[in-house]
Structure formats: C-alpha cells, structure tokens
C-alpha cells in the first residue's frame, strides 16, 4: 500500500480497507479508549488510593500508639494509684481552716525552741491560689547564727507545710564580727491551707 492509496479509501467502505490501514485505524482507536479509561476512570483511583495509603499511615502511627498505651496500661494505672497516695499525703500536710491557728503556734514556737526572740511576728491576708490558701507571716527574729539554722530545720520538720521566702540576716549594729555576736533575721514565712470546694467558690 502506498500513500496515494489513502486518498481512495472511504469511511462508507471500512470493511474493504486493507490490514495495514484497518490496523492503524484499529490501534488509534485503542490508544484513545485506553487515554479515556485512564483520564476519567484510573487517575480519580489513583488519586484515591494515594488519599487512602496516607490514612493508612496516620492510622497505623494511631494504632501503634495506642497499641503501646495498652501494652503499658498496668504501669500507667499504678503509677496514677501511687500520685493520687502522694497527692493525698501532700493534702494532708495543708491545713484546714481550723489548724491554721495551732500551725501559727507552732511556727512561734519553734522559733523559741531554737533560742531566738521575736520582734516581730506578723501574719498577713490569706492570698488564694488555684486549690490552696498561701498565708504570709512577716517575722523579725534575733539570735546566734546557729540559732538561725535551728529555727528554719524546725520548721522543715513540722507535719505540714511550711516554706521560707526572703531571708535577710544582718547585724543590729557594726560589730566586730565575734563569735556569739546577735544577729536579726528577716524573712516571710509561708504557710499553706487547702481550699475545699465551698472556699474555691
């Protein structure tokens, strides 16, 4: 078949068209369906598929850590058990409204106990913080140095809670810096009450 010969065949007359020509037009139009098949019906699979192995990752990394929650689950729930023990041996140590007098008490004596003498003892408003009170006492105390560490280990070893804030020692006058030499002690001392939900409101 020749170039020339193309001129001559006719669309009416498909059937007496020869191979070579028969197969092109044949090839053409299998080429056109295939572009169709994949434009309008493989490329939105692909892009499915490609939307579905991403979910897939994310699901799996979920799964996993899920997965690993699970295989921990006894050690979470005992370590939840031994906070919630801590957290309530740390409330215990916070008093309630009808121990914070005693635990005032007890602060004044235990500074006392350590040999010092107060000039001044002076208990400040409650100021509220998120599920505790703190209450602020200005102190003015004078003494021995030693005395000084005697006081704040005494307060450390109360049954409740009580911290030491701005802690200022000087001397009362220019000394010449002997031994058993009084100093003053100036520092605010923190004590804390649990607030129960009737005060929090």
Known sequence: MELSDLNELELSNIGEWPV?????IILFLCALIGFAWY?????????????????????RATFEKKQDKAANL?????????MRESFGAMLRQLPDKTEVAALLVDVSQTGLAAGLEFEL???SGEQNRDFYAELPIRVR????????????????????IV?????????????????????????T??????????SVE
């Open 121 to 123: 003892f002076q208990p």
């Open 39 to 59: 434009y309008f019906v493989v490329s939105d699979q692909l892009k499915r598929l490609d939307a579905v192995v991403a979910e897939e990752s994310t699901l």
């Open 20 to 24: 070579i020509a028969k197969a092109v």
């Open 189 to 198: 001392v923190k004590t804390y009450r649990y607030l129960d939900e009737t």
């Open 74 to 82: 006894e050690a979470y729930q005992q370590q939840l058990v031994e």
């Open 141 to 160: 105390v004078n003494g021995a140095y030693h005395d000084f560490g005697r006081f704040i280990s005494g307060l450390a070893a109360l049954p409740r």
């Open 163 to 187: 911290t030491i804030h701005d802690v200022k020692i000087a001397s009362p006058s220019a000394g010449n810096g002997a031994a058993g030499q009084r100093l003053v002690l100036d520092a």
